[in-house]
C-alpha cells in the first residue's frame, strides 16, 4: 500500500488513527471551516482579549495619576523642550489634555511601578499547575475561565482605584492569578489541535492575538481615557472587560479540548490531524518525569530565553507608554498611538516568520533546533541592540519611534523561536513545560517595572532610562546567548511519559478509516 504524504509532499508518519464514530456534515453552523482553524481563530481572539485585558492598565493609568512632586526634581518636567526656551515654558504651553495634572491619584512613580508590577505577581503562581491541571482534565474550560475571570475583575477596576491603590493591587494580583493558566492550557490545545508541519504557523496566528490585543489596547485606552464616554478613563475598563466576557460565550460553543473531543469534526479533518501529529500524537494523563525534566539542559536554556525575551517584551508593554509621556511629551492619544505600533509590527512578522519556518522544516533545509535558535537569537539581539540606541536617539521624536518601532518587528520572530519549543521538545507535556518556563519568563514582569521605577524616582532623565535600556539589552542578549548554546527542539527521550505506548495501526498492516478518505493528507 502507498504510504501517505503531506499536502507539500513531506512524507508521514507510519500510523492510521483509530477509528472513530462517522460525524454529521453541514449540520452545523461554521461545519464548512475545518475545526482547526476555528480553534486558531479564537485562540487568538483569545489571547487579544488576555493582552488588552492586561495592557490596559499600562495607557490608562496615564491619565489617572496626577505628575506630583515627591522628591522627584525631574517629575513634571521633561529635558526635551520641542522649541521652548527652557522645560517649564514646555510644560506650561501644553494643552489641559497632555497634562499630567488632570488625573485623580496622587501616585509617585514607585507606587506606580508597584501597580503595574502587582498583575505578575499572581500571573506566576499559577503557571505550573494551570498547565499540568489542563494537561489533565482539559485546557477548553481552563483557558476560558482564566480570561472570563480577569475580564469581570477589570469591571472592577475603576471602583477598586477610587477606594484605594492597595484595592488596585489586589485586583491586579487576582488578575494576574486568572490569566496564568491562559498560556500553558493554550499551548496543551496546540500540542492537541496542530499537525506537525502547521505547528509553527498555527502558533504564530493564535499567539499574534497576543500582539494585536496589546496594539488595540494601546490604541484605543487612550483615546478612550481622553473622552468624556463612561467618564473618560473607567472607560477603558469597562470596554475591554464587557469584550473579555462576550468572547468566553463564544469560545465554550466553538472550541473542544481535542480532536476526539470536537462533536461536529469531520473524520477527514480528524484523520489528516492525528495522522500527521504521527508518533507526536499527545497522549492524557501519563505520569510527568519530573526528575528528568528537572535535570534537562535545554529546558533551563529554554527557561531563560523566556526570561530574557519576556524582559525586553515587557519594557514595550508597561514602561515605554511612561518614557513617552514624560521625556518625549506625547499627548495620551499620540501616547497610545505610539505605543501600539511595534506590536501592529511584530504581528506582521511573527506571521510571516511562521510560514518560512514552516517551509524551512518540510523542506528539510534547517533541523527544527537550528530554525528556533536562529529566530529566537535574531528576536533578542536586534531589539536589544535598537534599544540601546534610545538614549542616542535623545529627544528626537522620529528616531526614537522608528526605533522603537523597528525592535518591535525584530521581537515579533520569537513566536517561531523560544514560544513554540516547549511543543517541539514533549507534545504531551507541552502545558506544563510552558507553566515551568513562563514562571521563570514572567519574574521581569514585577522585577523590571520596580528596576525602572528605582532608577527614575530621584531623577526622570534620559541619562537615567538610558541604565534602563542598557540593562534589558544585556539581559536579552545574554539569555538569548544561553538558548544558543544550549537549548534545543527536539523531541526529548522523557517527552512521551513513562507510559507511552507505540501506536497500533500501521500503515503496512491497516486501512484508514474509512475507504473515502485514502486522498485525506493531499485534500487538507
Given at each position: ?7 507539500d ?6 500510523s ?12 452545523k ?46 517629575s ?33 512613580s514607585y ?7 502587582s498583575?505578575?505577581y ?15 482534565l482539559?485546557?477548553?474550560w ?33 488578575q ?11 499551548h496543551?490545545?496546540?500540542?492537541q489541535?496542530s ?6 504557523t ?38 475591554f ?17 481535542s ?9 477527514e ?14 497522549q ?7 526528575k528528568?525534566i ?14 530574557g525575551s ?49 517551509v524551512l ?68 507535556f507541552a502545558?506544563?513545560l ?8 514572567n ?14 524616582s530621584?531623577e ?7 541604565y ?20 534545543t ?5 522523557w ?24 486522498t ?5
Open positions: 500500500m502507498m504510504k501517505p504524504v503531506h499536502k509532499g513531506a512524507p508521514l508518519p507510519a492510521s488513527p483509530p477509528k472513530i464514530k462517522k460525524h454529521r456534515k453541514g449540520e453552523l461554521f461545519d464548512f471551516i475545518p475545526c482547526r482553524h476555528i480553534f486558531v481563530l479564537m485562540g487568538f481572539l483569545g489571547l487579544l482579549n488576555v493582552y488588552s485585558l492586561r495592557v490596559n492598565l499600562s495607557v490608562a493609568l496615564v491619565a489617572m495619576v496626577k505628575s506630583v512632586d515627591s522628591g522627584n526634581k525631574h513634571n518636567h521633561s529635558e526635551c523642550y520641542y522649541g521652548y526656551a527652557n522645560a517649564s515654558d514646555a510644560y506650561s504651553n501644553k494643552t489641559e489634555e497632555q497634562k499630567h495634572d488632570t488625573g485623580e491619584f496622587e501616585w509617585d507606587t506606580q511601578g508597584i501597580i503595574l508590577g498583575f505578575f499572581g500571573y506566576v503562581i499559577t503557571q505550573l499547575p494551570g498547565g499540568r491541571i489542563a494537561e489533565v482539559g485546557a477548553k481552563m483557558f476560558g475561565l482564566g480570561v472570563f475571570l480577569t475580564a469581570v475583575l477589570t469591571l472592577a477596576i475603576p471602583l477598586a482605584s477610587r477606594a484605594h491603590y492597595g484595592a488596585l493591587i489586589a485586583i491586579r494580583v487576582l494576574g492569578l486568572g490569566e496564568g493558566v491562559t498560556y500553558p492550557a493554550m496543551s490545545m496546540l500540542a489541535w499537525p506537525k508541519f502547521e505547528r509553527s498555527a502558533t504564530a496566528l493564535v499567539h499574534a492575538g497576543a500582539h494585536v490585543g496589546a496594539m488595540a489596547a494601546l490604541t484605543f485606552s487612550g483615546f478612550l481615557a481622553a473622552s468624556t464616554f463612561l467618564g473618560g478613563w473607567p472607560a477603558v475598563f469597562y470596554v472587560g464587557f469584550l473579555g466576557c462576550v468572547w468566553f460565550v463564544f469560545w465554550i460553543y466553538l472550541v473542544y479540548d480532536p476526539e473531543e470536537h462533536p461536529r469534526i469531520t473524520q479533518e480528524y484523520d489528516y490531524i492525528i495522522i500527521n501529529q504521527g508518533d507526536e500524537k499527545v492524557k494523563n501519563l505520569k510527568i518525569p519530573w528528568p528537572a535535570m534537562s539542559k535545554g529546558l533551563w536554556a529554554l527557561s531563560l530565553a523566556h526570561f519576556n524582559w525586553i517584551y515587557y519594557t514595550f508593554l508597561t514602561i515605554i507608554p511612561s518614557y513617552l509621556a514624560t521625556i518625549l511629551l506625547y499627548d495620551i492619544k499620540k501616547n497610545g498611538l505610539i505605543s501600539s505600533l511595534p506590536y501592529l509590527l511584530t504581528t506582521i512578522t511573527s506571521c510571516l516568520a511562521s510560514v518560512y519556518a514552516d522544516r518540510k523542506k528539510g533545509i534547517m533541523s527544527t533546533t537550528a530554525i528556533r535558535k536562529f529566530f529566537n537569537t535574531s528576536a533578542a539581539v536586534v531589539p536589544a541592540l535598537l534599544l540601546i540606541g534610545m538614549p542616542l536617539a535623545g529627544c528626537d521624536r522620529v528616531w526614537s519611534v522608528a526605533l522603537l518601532s523597528l525592535a518591535g518587528a525584530a521581537l515579533g520572530v520569537r513566536e517561531v523561536g523560544f514560544m513554540v519549543t516547549h511543543i517541539d521538545m514533549s507534545p504531551d502545558g506544563t510552558l507553566g515551568v518556563t513562563n514562571t521563570i519568563g519574574l521581569p514582569g514585577f522585577l523590571m517595572p520596580y528596576v525602572a521605577g528605582v532608577l527614575t530621584e526622570n532623565s534620559i541619562r537615567t532610562w538610558s534602563f535600556y542598557y540593562i534589558a539589552a544585556a539581559v536579552g542578549i545574554i539569555c538569548a546567548a544561553a538558548f544558543l548554546f544550549f537549548g527542539a527536539e523531541l526529548q527521550p517527552g512521551k511519559g513513562a507510559e507511552a505506548q507505540e501506536p497500533v495501526y500501521t500503515v503496512e498492516t491497516e486501512k484508514p478509516p474509512k475507504e473515502e478518505n485514502k485525506e493528507s493531499s485534500r487538507l
